[in-house]
């Protein structure tokens, strides 16, 4: 006796879940200690792959790529990075002083804030 397409579907949803056995069902604290076993094994038989400077390198390179690809997990790392930075007081004072030095070296810089200034100011006018 064959199915109807509906009674087919129907069937489909009521298989029950498959369950987890062997490496999947364990802990991830399990699976480490397994894993960890697994590596010190390979290095120890002397068939571990180990990175060269190169490898390495270009390993780096790819994996910055790809996470820089995500504009929000950069601002977020910037914004902490700001933020940090911005709680050591000394350090943004030392930036503040040295922005000023280079500015202050600017005289017609300097002089532009000067005549605006002296535009604003009310010294010596009639209220």
Excluded: C, W, Y
């Amino acid at each position: 006796m064959s199915q109807t397409p509906q009674e087919n579907d129907e069937n489909k949803n009521t298989v029950a879940k498959k369950r987890s056995r062997g490496f999947a069902s364990m802990d991830a604290e399990k699976q480490r200690q397994i894993a960890s076993l697994g590596g010190k094994a390979a290095h120890s038989k002397g068939t571990a792959h180990e990175f060269d400077r190169k490898e390495a390198q270009e390993a780096g390179r790819k994996g910055g790529q790809s996470v820089s690809k995500d504009r929000d997990h950069m601002a977020s790392i910037g914004r902490k990075g700001g933020e940090t930075v911005s709680q050591d007081k000394a350090h943004m004072s030392q930036i503040g002083r040295k922005g000023g030095e280079s500015v202050s070296q600017d005289r017609e810089h300097m002089s532009e804030i000067g005549r605006k200034g002296g535009e604003s100011s009310n010294f010596g006018k009639e209220p």
